[in-house]
């Protein structure tokens, strides 16, 4: 059963998207909450699997909920990002704070439940073309530098990029020919080099370094 | 080459020459007016000899006689058309102030000044040349008689001679009216287009207007894709679970019915004040219109505690901008921390209109990085008068810094920065 915990302040959204994950078997939502500050404790109390979060509330905002969650829980629920339009700076932000991927609102329920499988069940992102365009947007010198600082070897480069197209790490280790095994310690160097955090600290400097390109 | 004859054949040429012609005409009243004085100046000073001044006298009183009609403001939109459409110009519109404004009035003046002397002048070419072409070409096949005779003189010319002038002159003729004709398309936008202050009030015009659409654009945005955001998710929901829970979906179609009339009536208000004239209709508040905004603000529950030092020389669009900047932080501070005390500090300093605002933060502070779309429209604002800004919360109160110069000037940036004001930008995370 994956547990669903859903952060947005308009109710209508919430409802319709409780509506849509209960009636998927497989699925259930355990908890809403109207704002980022409600979040942490119901993340603590209710050991959610994927906490879908919207970017824009009031009070406290789901960029600022998602690194509080990120950086005080150990174990962290995926972090499923959704939102109203899709060229939002603040979902990028989002992202960057460590969120797994990106949901329009306005996504087709399967979408929905397909995002949150992805999310939930495997160590693949969802970055859908808006977010690359906007990586790309964000590219600086600053992230190009880091990137040639960091020396990949060129397996190391390879599955950087397939993990920027949103592959889990049994995906690349298909395509690559190799042990998951193998694939896990290439993933772990590249984030050491790159000194992300995680794999979408990682992707995100793929794609503002220009090491990838949006396509 | 082909550029060498284009004069001799273009449209634009013979319909510059009708404007020059036109000064002619205008000239030869002129001219009877001049010729009437001269004559009664002499009777009264019994043919005494001229002297330097009496020249300068005659030509201050050609000068005021021919353009004393120019001072009319119709007459400047006669010349802007006559301009328009037979020089081939386009002139940019002028606003009724500007057309009424006495610099426009003396520039007609020039203008008129220019048609009737240098163009009236070389529409004498045509009223003399023609006749003289005419009579060059028939002297070979003409007898002796009046058709040899110029003016009473006999011309020595061989006739061949005769000929090949009349030929030489009339292309003259067509070049020298597509070269002042040029000259008079050139000069007419400095002299009809409508002043550089005409020109700046335009632009801030057309910048007010501009903000407050793209405002309402964001607005319009926003609220739509939020209510179409809305229905579709809930529509979604309802088909799913039409059969085994129609309970909910009747009231998913119901949120729906709701959700889009309420977007529907947004829609509706948004596109009525897209469509009134915002400029015409709304008198334009400035920082001299404060007091009634914080009596305002007052009866909304926001305690306003104002300091407001000396602004007397603010520029209007200034003061008009920072006046909305003022009321945009009050909505601002009572959207976000409710109805609390508000500090409002402004000033001039150094050339710049400074403003401080600051409120306690409450516990609905705007959390969010870049701020809402109040600080978005304070941004904007701010970004376009070329000043800066800074928001943040710091001590448990929000504030909002503005710097807008009074005065524009190429200022060095890297004096910028250390009053921790950022560069159009908001500091808020």
Redesign the interface.
């Known amino acids: 059963m994956t547990d669903v915990l859903i952060v947005d302040d ?1 109710p ?2 919430r ?3 409780r ?2 994950v209960d ?1 998927e078997p497989g699925f259930a939502v355990v908890g809403e909450a109207a704002d ?1 500050a409600e979040v942490l404790p119901l993340v603590r109390s209710l050991r959610p699997d994927v906490v879908m979060m919207d970017v ?1 509330m ?4 789901g ?2 909920a998602t690194r509080s969650i990120l950086a005080g829980i150990p174990e962290p629920p995926r972090i499923l990002v959704i939102t ?2 899709e060229n939002d ?2 979902v990028y ?1 989002a992202l960057r704070a460590g969120a797994s991927g990106f949901l329009l ?2 996504a ?2 399967e979408e929905i439940i397909q995002a949150l499988r992805t999310v939930a069940h495997s160590d693949s992102l969802l970055f859908p073309a808006a977010i690359r365009g906007l990586a790309a947007r964000h590219a600086g010198g600053r992230e190009a530098e880091r990137m040639r600082q960091a020396r990949l070897t060129e397996r190391e480069g390879e599955v950087l990029e397939l993990m920027a197209k949103g592959r889990s790490n049994a995906e690349i280790a298909g395509e690559l020919v190799v042990s998951v095994e193998t694939v896990k310690t290439h993933v772990g160097n590249v984030l050491a080099k790159l000194q992300a955090r995680d794999r979408t600290q990682a992707v995100i400097a793929a794609y503002e370094s220009g090491f990838v390109s949006p396509s | 080459m082909r550029s060498v004859v284009r004069p001799l054949v273009s449209v634009t040429t013979y319909r510059r020459w009708t404007f020059l012609l036109g000064g002619t005409a205008l000239l030869v009243p002129y001219a009877l007016i001049y010729a009437g004085l001269l004559q009664i100046l002499g009777d009264v000073r019994h043919g005494a000899t001229r002297d330097l001044l009496d020249a300068a006298l005659m030509l201050a009183g050609f000068v005021a006689i021919s353009s004393a009609v120019a001072f009319v403001p119709a007459v400047r939109i006669l010349c802007r058309t006559a301009a328009e459409t037979l020089l081939g110009v386009r002139l940019p519109e002028e606003t009724p102030e500007g057309l009424r404004s006495w610099r426009s009035r003396r520039r007609t003046a020039a203008w008129w000044l220019l048609h009737i002397g240098v163009g009236g002048g070389t529409g004498f070419a045509v009223v003399v040349g023609l006749p003289m072409i005419l009579f060059l070409l028939q002297r070979p096949f003409a007898g002796p008689g009046p058709g040899r005779r110029f003016l009473g003189q006999d011309l020595s010319l061989p006739p061949v001679w005769s000929v090949l002038l009349a030929l030489a002159a009339l292309p003259a003729i067509i070049y020298l009216g597509a070269g002042v004709g040029a000259l008079f398309a050139r000069v007419a936008p400095l002299l009809l287009g409508p002043s550089p202050a005409d020109r700046l009030a335009r632009l801030e015009r057309q910048t007010e207007l501009l903000l407050e659409r793209n405002r309402l654009a964001r607005e319009l945005h926003d609220s739509v894709g939020h209510a179409l955001t809305v229905t579709t998710l809930q529509a979604g929901a309802a088909v799913r679970l039409l059969d085994t829970d129609p309970e909910f979906a009747r009231r998913a179609l119901t949120a729906i019915e709701e959700t889009g009339r309420t977007a529907l009536e947004d829609l509706d208000h948004v596109l009525g004040l897209l469509r009134e004239d915002v400029s015409a209709k709304t008198p334009q508040r400035t920082l001299a219109d404060l007091g009634g905004l914080f009596e305002q603000t007052r009866s909304a529950g926001v305690e306003v505690d104002a300091e407001i030092g000396d602004l007397g020389a603010i520029p209007p669009v200034v003061s008009r901008e920072a006046y909305r900047i003022v009321q945009e932080g009050l909505t601002n501070a009572l959207r976000h921390a409710g109805k609390v005390r508000v500090t409002v500090r402004l000033g001039v300093r150094a050339s710049r209109l400074e403003l401080e605002m600051t409120n306690p933060a409450g516990e609905t502070a705007p959390a969010r990085a870049g701020g809402g779309r109040g600080l978005r429209g304070i941004r904007e604002r701010v970004t376009i008068l070329g000043g800066r800004m800074s928001a943040g919360a710091g001590d448990g109160r929000w504030r909002v810094l503005v710097a807008i110069p009074v005065v524009w000037s190429a200022e060095d940036p890297s004096s910028a920065g250390d009053d921790g004001i950022e560069q159009g930008s908001v500091k808020a995370r």
């Open positions: 308009e209508l959204i409802t319709g998207l509506a849509i009636a980022g824009r009031p009070a406290v905002d960029i600022q109203t339009f700076d603040y932000e609102k306005r087709r329920p």
